[in-house]
């Protein structure tokens, strides 16, 4: 086997084990969509669905690890290809995570059915639908390798921490105002607190991206404007 052809073969490794990364993160980006769906229309039996769906991530996220650790063993690579496994693994780990936040969305929505609905529902629903929008945009600049790219979802993650403490603010009102709504106020502070770190999670990817293209950390520090640990 000649040289040219080693590193053809190589290079289409890479490229598969990106495309099973890009398509685990579409499906976690689908299960959050799928577990806020659940908890507007108060389905319990879809939320279940939900749940038991989660192993499908958890399955592909073994599988990657394992093809990665074949990689290292057989290619023994080195310096930008080397970066390319190490993004490889800790981007996968960043989305099985995603997946269990969204399926705890989902557990929770569960438990919000067996109480009457809150106003302060609808607020979280644009919570996740800018968290889905920036995983999305984070596995095109993976995919890609768009250090950019990835470097505006990281500085958009200031958006998602704002967002987190209008709605949490505004959970703590309603309970102030109406004691009665205080179980489901708490669950939906829990699910707010999960969507936020799913945006955690998709910086993270993005600092990897940006690792993975120029071989450093992002120089500034990730921006925060995340305020509800401080609120009483």
């Given amino acids: 086997m000649n040289h040219e052809h080693i590193i053809k073969s190589y290079d289409e490794e890479l490229t598969r084990l990106t495309g099973e990364i890009v398509r685990m993160g579409e499906l976690a980006a689908y299960q959050l969509g799928a577990a806020m769906d659940v908890l507007d229309r108060r389905d319990t039996r879809a939320a279940e669905r939900v749940i038991a769906n989660d192993d499908a991530i958890d399955a ?22 080397l970066r390319e496994v190490l993004a490889a693994l800790r981007i996968s780990a960043a989305i099985e995570r995603i997946g269990d936040y969204a399926a705890n969305v989902a557990k929770r929505s569960t438990a919000l059915n067996r109480h009457a609905p809150v106003p302060a529902a609808q607020d979280i629903r ?13 596995l095109v600049a993976y995919r890609d390798r768009d250090a950019e790219a990835a470097d505006m979802v990281r500085r958009r993650d200031a958006e998602l921490d704002t967002l987190h403490t209008q709605v949490f603010r505004e959970l703590l009102d309603d309970m102030a105002r109406d004691p009665s709504t205080i179980p489901s106020c708490a669950h939906l502070l829990f699910i707010a607190k999960n969507i936020e770190r799913i945006g955690d999670h998709a910086t993270n990817i993005a600092e990897n991206v940006w690792f993975l293209v120029h071989g450093e950390e992002p120089q500034e520090a990730r921006p925060k404007s995340d305020e509800s640990s401080q609120m009483a």
């Fill in 60 to 81: 592909l996220e073994g599988a990657i690890s394992h093809d990665v650790l074949q990689l290292l063993v057989r290619r023994q690579p080195m310096a930008r290809d």
């Fill in 126 to 138: 644009a919570l996740a639908t800018l968290a889905i929008e920036l995983l999305q945009k984070v």
